[in-house]
């Protein structure tokens, strides 16, 4: 109880301040209206209220603060327009429509799973290679470092070109960029874990004879699984990340990106805002479902996640 009381009093917090802040920033567009209504606005003129203070506006024109928070296109959209916007783009509407927020989170969410898979698999065999192999440690590990320091917004465009020149289109491009962010995360993760014997147990594992492929699937592995889960719940969500930023340079009509864009394009800030709740949404129930998957799989191995 005392942690709901926790969370609630945040969340609560959080959507005041957010309130307070749709004031000064919409104040200016709201007052700007109002002339054009004919209503009597302090300063007068536009050239005036651009070099005023947002403060100084909201001091002298009280009578606009209610419709700060009603804006048709807001620079900052007040909780109750995202929250609507929301309801309408996924209960409202039908699946397969084009302006479901369900129907381009699954294009999304389809090519988020095959990106993670890629980088997961990927991850996972090179820390293995990194872990039993000096060469690997020394060689790998350093440039996996590197790879991480290239902007992904510079590098996405690059990856598409450079695929569709060879015919590559669709899916596969923007999962090839998801699986770019999500690999790295699993690597350090899975690295880390696969190390976490102490050596006290490694002599153990000696003194029964054990050959180095029993020592890895009874004794490293086993230990790793902790490790695993923690880098594959920041693994899912950095290629949710990767999969909306493959959508941005490619021009999709579908696609949590593609929803991003189009509000970019015609100032529909709200749509951009709701698309962004969209995405975290399903970030959330997606690091969720590891976290259910995690405390099985552990419960079942006798280990304390």
């Known amino acids: 109880m005392k942690t709901v009381l ?23 567009g709201v007052l700007d209206a109002a002339e054009r209504a004919g209503e ?38 007040a909780p109750h327009q995202v929250a609507t916007e929301l309801w309408d783009t996924t209960v409202m509407k039908k699946i397969t429509s084009k ?19 890629i980088g997961t698999g990927l991850g996972i065999l090179l820390a293995v290679g990194i872990v039993h192999s000096r060469v690997m440690d020394m060689s790998v590990m350093p440039w996996a470092i590197v790879s991480q320091t290239i902007p992904i917004i510079a590098l996405a465009p690059m990856i598409i070109v450079v695929l569709y020149s060879i015919g590559v289109q669709g899916l596969l491009p923007k999962a090839i960029i998801a699986a770019y962010l999500s690999f790295f995360p699993v690597v350090v993760g899975m690295v880390k874990g696969l190390r976490s014997p102490d050596h006290m147990q490694l002599d153990l594992m000696k003194t029964y004879f054990a050959s180095q492929g029993q020592v890895f699937w009874k004794l490293r592995l086993p ?5 695993l889960f923690a880098s594959l719940k920041i693994g899912i969500a950095a290629s949710l990340v990767g999969a909306i930023v493959g959508e941005l ?52 191995m006798g280990v304390k996640p």
Not at 6 to 26: E, F, H, Q, R
Not at 54 to 62: F, M, P, T
Not at 64 to 75: L, M, N
Request: glycine fraction near 8%; include cysteine.
């Open 99 to 117: 302006r479901s927020l369900i129907y381009h989170a699954q294009v999304t969410l389809s090519a988020t799973l095959m990106g993670f898979a």
């Open 249 to 300: 340079p490619t021009g999709a009509v579908a696609g949590l990106g593609a929803r991003l864009l189009a509000g970019s394009y015609y100032g529909q800030t709200v749509q951009i805002w709701s698309a962004l709740f969209a995405a975290a949404i399903l970030a959330a129930a997606l690091v969720a479902l590891l976290g259910l998957l995690e405390q099985v799989l552990l419960g079942r």
């Open 40 to 77: 009597q606005v302090t300063p007068a003129t536009a050239r005036e209220r651009r070099d005023a203070s947002a403060l100084g506006l909201v001091a002298q024109n009280s009578f606009a603060i209610p419709r700060v928070w009603s804006v048709e296109r807001p620079r900052l959209p």
């Open 223 to 227: 230990s790793s699984m902790p490790y």
């Open 6 to 28: 926790a969370v609630l009093t945040v969340v609560v917090t959080l959507i005041g301040i957010w309130y307070l802040a749709c004031v000064p920033m919409n104040i200016k």
